[in-house]
């Protein structure tokens, strides 16, 4: 008899967790799983904004997928998947092979959700792969140098848009990382500048007062300009406009004001609610038997009203699941409910402060910063256990990694 096919699309907190759980709960010759990634390294999008800022080294957060797997268990593919037909079952790749699938996972993550704002699809950075967030980092020595020839002030002016959960992690780790690259051009650090803008009346807008308060007194501390109730307009090459005409002048603005699910969804055949994929109770499409889709595409209403945010939590949650239930499919056995316990949210302000909210308690300061390392070592733990986390500390080699991919 043939092996059930499982794919998997995208090899994110998601897609790669339940391929890893699949390993453990399948048996031999159950089923033919493979996962599909664009690229053939898993990036630990929970740190991007450190690449940006040149605060981390590509290999802390970049891993080879093939280290991650057991390749005798799951097949990799390293592809861009460019549709998706529900009805005939197959997904295509960009290379034109088409895949033949008994069981999906559609795991595809995020995009960054530009509001449609007029310039900053074409001229703002954006947080979203490593690749992009890569170019930060690039962009940001490059303005370095050419400051060297022209004098012209803006390209010392580093704009970070959108001062939710992203923003604050992206200014936080602009202050440690810029004075550090300055040194390379000799351009002393008090020129730089680096501006917050925020539609909402603050920074976290969702956050406690205590905690706004605390984080605007690092960002204070930091040396950020930070504009509250400052909507943006229009990003060209060489300035922002905010509401009222104000006019920045600044050749990197750093793009961090929400996402939306991946938007290959959309023409799937696939019911779509809120731009995303609603998921039943067990985290399988609605209305279909054989689709299952977690993390940032996926719509899970937590009660009638809200639905579950895009986190890196949800998706590590709803993977754990989802393996079971690809398992239980498989065998025809009843499938388990999924329930989300939030554990909290922590976000780091560079590398000593933080700020966050775990059950009842209000954390800042270096305790909260120990925290989100340790959010961040367990997570390592879940992918690949204590020897994942020596080896990521320890800064020891992982195979080779082409981190040249587009996007
Ligand atoms: P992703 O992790 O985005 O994975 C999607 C995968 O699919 C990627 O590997 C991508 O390359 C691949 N892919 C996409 N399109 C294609 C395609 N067409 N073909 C093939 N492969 C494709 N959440 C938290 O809970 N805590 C945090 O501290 C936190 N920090 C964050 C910091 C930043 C800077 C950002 C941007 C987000 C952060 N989040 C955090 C949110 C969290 O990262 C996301 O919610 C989480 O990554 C979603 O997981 P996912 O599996 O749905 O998608
Ligand atoms: P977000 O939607 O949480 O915040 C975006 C911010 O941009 C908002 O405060 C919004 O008011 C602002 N904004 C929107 N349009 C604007 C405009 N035109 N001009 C100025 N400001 C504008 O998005 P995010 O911070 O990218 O987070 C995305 C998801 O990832 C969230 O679910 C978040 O919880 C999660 N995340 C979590 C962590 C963590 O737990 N440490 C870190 C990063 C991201």
Not at 13 to 38: F, P, R
Not at 365 to 383: D, P, Q, T
Request: proline share 4%.
């Amino acid at each position: 008899m043939n092996k059930p096919k499982v794919f998997i699309l995208g090899a994110g907190y998601g897609g790669l967790v339940t391929g890893t759980k699949l390993e453990k709960i399948l048996k031999s010759g159950e089923a033919d799983v493979t996962i599909v990634n664009k690229h053939d390294y898993h990036y630990i999008t929970t740190q991007l904004h450190k690449i940006g800022a040149g605060t981390a080294t590509d290999t802390k957060v970049a891993l080879p997928i093939s280290e991650l797997i057991d390749p005798s268990k799951t097949n990799f593919k390293k592809a861009m998947v460019s549709s998706i037909n529900s009805s005939s079952r197959r997904v295509t790749l960009d290379t034109g092979e088409v895949l033949e699938y008994d069981y999906l996972l559609i795991a595809l993550g995020f995009e960054v959700e530009t509001y449609g704002i007029p310039g900053i699809k074409e001229h703002a950075f954006q947080i979203r792969s490593f690749r992009s967030t890569k170019a930060i980092y690039h962009q940001i020595h490059k303005q370095l140098a050419l400051y060297k020839e022209d004098l012209d002030p803006s390209r010392l002016t580093f704009v970070v848009a959108g001062g939710g959960f992203t923003g604050v992690e992206m200014l936080g780790e602009l202050a440690e990382g810029i004075p550090a690259l300055c040194q390379n051009y000799d351009i002393p650090s008090d020129l730089i500048k680096i501006i917050a803008v925020e539609a909402a009346p603050s920074v976290l807008p969702f956050f406690e007062e205590e905690s706004i308060d605390y984080t605007n007194r690092v960002l204070e501390k930091f040396n950020i300009d930070i504009r509250t109730g400052a909507k943006i307009l229009e990003c060209t090459p060489k300035m922002i406009t905010l509401e009222n005409n104000v006019e920045i002048p600044t050749r990197t603005v750093i793009w961090s004001c929400g996402v939306k699910a991946n938007s290959i969804i959309q023409d799937c055949g696939l019911p779509i609610e809120k731009v995303k994929l609603p998921v039943d109770s067990m985290l399988r499409v609605q209305g279909m038997e054989n689709v299952f889709c977690i993390g940032d595409c996926a719509l899970f209403m937590k009660d009638e009203k809200s639905a579950l945010p895009p986190t890196a939590q949800v998706a590590l949650q709803e993977a754990s699941v989802c393996a079971e239930n690809i398992a239980a499919s498989i065998r025809k056995s009843p499938l388990k409910l999924f329930e989300y316990h939030h554990k909290g949210s922590v976000a780091s302000i560079g590398n000593l402060a933080a700020v966050g909210k775990v059950g009842k308690f209000r954390l800042s300061g270096l305790f909260a910063a120990f925290m989100k390392k340790v959010i961040e070592a367990r997570y390592l733990f879940i992918l690949g256990g204590p020897a994942l986390i020596l080896k990521q500390n320890l800064n020891l080699k992982h195979g080779s990694v082409k981190l040249a991919a587009k996007n």
